[in-house]
């Protein structure tokens, strides 16, 4: 990168060895362990991998909201070249909801059941954009219009439990992008929803993140969700990035073992497949070597002696497994 280059070139969002840990009575528990990214304006990241991988707690520190007695965050998580994690609370609010924003994954816990829709909605513009009440009705109504809420004008004054799953979930993206944010996270948006309603809330996402061009990390377990929206793909294993690839490379060539195994399921449609055998481990005081190698069919004694680190394989491609290096050069 050179002293000329343009800002729009360099990362909105630029993640470096993030780690995140927890005291638990069983030992400490490396929930993110050196997870590192990045995300440019225009280009949707989608972050991969079972229950438990990582991937919830990863977008709660970058907006600084993990708040359990004993956790501990270390790293770095760049916006605009401005460490998150160093800024002071106040500092942190007033970009929180602001230029980063989070969609919620369960729509009935992130709206307060308490108050109407509408005023949750303009809550961002009011405290952000220091909009009046009725300025920030207004405007709320419009952003209850653009993700597709009928009747807007008087559904606005309705509370979250009269509307459907779909509906809710409309609502918090809504709120999300009040203030027209430059990083926007969404954890799991479509998991609670049927598969019809699934697919508009993923066109929803993808036409807002187009006409806003700015940066969406979609953190999701589904792989048919990456396929329809994701730029760039970072698979997580038990605290850990085990590959990270453009998302036509990584569908095309795959190449951890456990990336394997999720594009089998997605690409057989689940009917024949033989899953990934065992459960992930509890990444608590974790023994040397790769997480992934008591499920890998390919394990050696490698895998048992050391982790795997991450290692460009091809232009945009890295990964971490003792079998793969140096296999795409």
Same mark, same amino acid.
């Not at 009046?132 to 207004?138: F, M, N, T, V």
């Not at 809710?168 to 944010?181: M, W």
């Given at each position: 990168?050179?002293?000329?280059?343009?800002?729009?070139?360099?990362?909105?969002?630029?993640?470096?060895?993030?780690? %995140?840990?927890?005291?638990?009575?069983?030992?400490?528990?490396?929930?993110?362990?050196?997870?590192?990214?990045?995300?440019?304006?225009?280009?949707?990241?989608?972050?991969?991998?079972?229950?438990?991988?990582?991937?919830?707690?990863?977008?709660?520190?970058?907006?600084?909201?993990?708040?359990?007695?004993?956790?501990?965050?270390?790293?770095?998580?760049?916006?605009?070249?401005?460490?998150?994690?160093?800024?002071?609370?106040?500092?942190?609010?007033?970009?929180?909801?602001? /230029?980063?924003?989070?969609?919620?994954?369960?729509?009935?816990?992130?709206?307060?059941?308490?108050?109407?829709?509408?005023?949750?909605?303009?809550?961002?513009? /009011?405290?952000?954009?220091?909009?009046?009440?009725?300025?920030?009705?207004? /405007?709320?109504?419009?952003?209850?219009?653009?993700?597709?809420?009928?009747?807007?004008?008087?559904?606005?004054?309705?509370?979250?439990?009269?509307?459907?799953?779909?509906?809710?979930?409309?609502?918090?993206?809504?709120?999300?992008?009040?203030?027209?944010?430059?990083?926007?996270?969404?954890?799991?948006?479509?998991?609670?929803?049927?598969?019809? %309603?699934?697919?508009?809330?993923?066109?929803?996402?993808?036409?807002?993140?187009?006409?806003?061009?700015?940066?969406?990390?979609?953190?999701?377990?589904?792989?048919?969700?990456?396929?329809?929206?994701?730029?760039? %793909?970072?698979?997580?294993?038990?605290?850990?990035?085990?590959?990270?690839?453009?998302?036509?490379?990584?569908?095309?060539?795959?190449?951890?073992?456990?990336?394997?195994?999720?594009?089998?399921?997605?690409?057989?449609?689940?009917?024949?497949?033989?899953?990934?055998?065992?459960?992930?481990?509890?990444?608590?005081?974790?023994?040397?070597?790769?997480?992934?190698?008591?499920?890998?069919?390919?394990?050696?004694?490698?895998?048992?002696?050391?982790?795997?680190?991450? /290692?460009?394989?091809?232009?945009?491609?890295?990964?971490?497994?003792?079998?793969?290096?140096?296999?795409?050069?």
């Amino acid at each position: 990168m050179t002293a000329l280059a343009s800002a729009e070139e360099l990362p909105l969002l630029d993640v470096k060895n993030l780690r %995140v840990s927890f005291h638990t009575a069983e030992g400490r528990l490396r929930a993110v362990d050196g997870v590192s990214f990045s995300v440019r304006a225009g280009r949707v990241l989608c972050i991969v991998g079972e229950s438990g991988s990582g991937k919830s707690v990863t977008a709660q520190a970058i907006l600084r909201l993990v708040d359990a007695a004993g956790a501990q965050v270390a790293g770095q998580a760049l916006y605009r070249g401005r460490d998150l994690l160093q800024l002071s609370e106040t500092e942190m609010e007033g970009l929180r909801g602001d /230029r980063i924003s989070l969609v919620f994954q369960n729509p009935m816990t992130g709206l307060n059941p308490a108050f109407p829709v509408g005023e949750q909605v303009a809550e961002g513009l /009011r405290l952000h954009q220091g909009l009046g009440r009725r300025a920030a009705r207004a /405007r709320a109504i419009e952003l209850l219009a653009q993700v597709g809420i009928p009747h807007p004008e008087s559904r606005c004054d309705d509370y979250p439990h009269q509307f459907s799953g779909g509906m809710r979930q409309r609502i918090l993206i809504a709120g999300a992008i009040a203030c027209e944010p430059d990083v926007l996270i969404a954890d799991e948006p479509t998991t609670a929803l049927d598969v019809s %309603v699934q697919a508009q809330i993923l066109k929803l996402l993808k036409s807002l993140q187009q006409e806003l061009e700015n940066a969406l990390v979609l953190i999701t377990h589904d792989l048919g969700v990456v396929a329809a929206i994701a730029d760039d %793909v970072m698979v997580m294993y038990a605290g850990r990035v085990v590959e990270q690839a453009p998302t036509e490379i990584l569908f095309d060539k795959p190449l951890h073992p456990y990336t394997l195994g999720l594009l089998s399921a997605y690409n057989d449609g689940g009917q024949g497949f033989e899953p990934i055998p065992g459960q992930p481990p509890v990444p608590i005081d974790l023994p040397p070597g790769c997480a992934f190698r008591d499920r890998c069919s390919r394990a050696t004694d490698a895998c048992a002696a050391e982790a795997p680190a991450l /290692r460009a394989v091809a232009t945009a491609h890295v990964v971490a497994c003792h079998l793969v290096v140096g296999a795409a050069q």
